[in-house]
């Protein structure tokens, strides 16, 4: 174990009317003024202009009125696409954890539907917008809504290939997991996945990541990839399950506690890294930032190990590991690392914006399962790391 002070682990208004005021004299040939008597009043003379401009202000503002509210139908109706291909086969994954305005979404980007609104209130109608399981679909493009929800309530029948993708590991294991699972090659995935501005504007949570790496964005789950799938439709996937999974967990995909999404998914990466166990991953979280904000290096053995790659010989991190040129060495660069170090779950992303409240610093492998002991001074953690 290095001399260092570590925090390691297991490494328009209405027209106005005005009254017309009635003369009370009338003046004769001689200059007088005599009242003018009901007699001599001549009755006035309609007013038909008037009568035709109110007319048409009625006529202007019930036409205003109707086209509000058919702008308001149609608002509500939503857009309708007029322009699809009726009974094109298509595949389509409906991520886990999907609310009924996300499925609608993805069958109108992918032509099954014509309109989302028509589709979500007929659901509705029948009691089945609850109903519908996540999984891999083949569909047909504009289905008959009726026909559609009930597939979609009685679930996939994919029968392709599954990959599981485990939490912590990297990008290229996940490539490894893809290529052995299915007929897209490692090759492939990884050009994708290493091309994360091809994504940004579909997931635009992943712009500004490190070095244009997916790393940390493929969230980990077990997969339903077919044999016609492609290397982009598999990284599509895995990024549309991390935005649902995690938007649904409340985490924000704009970042939380000042650090973006990009550095909120790193930070979970180090915990991910770190322990395997829940009631950690808090605690763990809450040493990083306490180190974070007193400026003291991160010190995490899991970052080494990731810096070094293919060179990591396995059995801890050495003196000699501690010297690796890289971005990634936490022990001689301060703050975090520039990217993610592996796909940590949703927990860790959770724990990463909601740390426990401690003053700890340092923590230790203190038990045979891998639990963990945690100190806030480094006499403690001395004590403790002497005494095993």
């Known amino acids: ?20 005021a009635q003369p009370t004299a009338t003046q004769t040939a001689q200059g007088h003024y005599k009242p003018i008597s009901s007699s001599e009043s001549k009755p006035p003379k309609k007013k038909r202009g008037g009568v035709i401009a109110a007319i048409l202000i009625v006529l202007l503002l019930a036409g205003a009125a109707g086209g509000y509210l058919y702008y308001r139908h149609m608002q509500h109706k939503g857009e309708t696409k007029t322009d699809i291909e009726a009974g094109i086969e298509k595949e389509i994954t409906i991520p886990e954890g999907a609310l009924g305005t996300e499925i609608a979404q993805i069958l109108f980007d992918n032509d099954i539907i014509a309109n989302k609104r028509e589709f979500l209130d007929r659901a509705a109608e029948r009691g089945d917008d609850a109903k519908m399981k996540p999984g891999t679909y083949t569909l047909k493009t504009l289905m008959d809504l009726d026909e559609l929800i009930d597939v979609l309530c009685k679930g996939p029948t994919f029968s392709g290939n599954k990959v599981t993708i485990r939490e912590g590991i990297t990008l290229e294991a996940t490539a490894d997991a893809v ?12 050009a994708c996945a290493n091309n994360a501005k091809a994504y940004e504007e579909e997931f635009p949570f992943v712009k ?17 990839i077919s044999d016609s799938a492609t290397a982009d439709d598999a990284v599509r996937m895995m990024l549309r399950q991390f935005e649902t999974e995690v938007t649904a967990a409340g985490v924000s995909l704009d970042g939380a506690n000042g650090y973006s999404i990009l550095e909120i998914v790193t930070i979970a ?3 991910e890294g770190e322990t395997r166990f829940e009631d950690e991953r808090g605690k763990v979280a809450s040493v990083i930032y306490n180190r974070l904000d007193q400026g003291i290096a991160l010190q995490i053995d899991a970052a080494i190990i990731y810096a070094l790659g293919d060179k990591y010989k396995g059995g801890g991190v050495t003196y000699d590991d501690l010297e690796v040129d890289s971005p ?6 301060p703050g975090l690392p520039p990217g993610p170090i592996c796909s940590p779950s949703v927990e ?4 990463a914006t909601q740390p ?4 700890y610093l340092y923590y230790l492998v ?15 953690f001395l004590k403790a790391k002497n005494s095993r």
């Open 269 to 271: 990466s180090l915990i």
């Open 348 to 351: 860790s992303i959770v724990a």
């Open 208 to 224: 500004g990541a490190y070095n244009n790496s997916l790393e940390g964005f493929l969230l980990p789950k077990t997969y339903d």
């Open 328 to 333: 990634y060495n936490v022990y001689k660069n």
């Open 179 to 190: 290529a052995a699972n299915t007929k897209i090659s490692k090759k492939d995935f990884l």
């Open 356 to 359: 426990d409240k401690t003053n």
């Open 366 to 380: 203190t038990e045979d399962d891998g639990h963990h002991s945690f100190f806030a001074s480094y006499d403690d």
């Open 1 to 20: 174990m290095p001399e260092y002070k570590p925090a390691h682990g297991k490494h328009a208004a209405a027209p106005r009317q005005y009254a017309s």
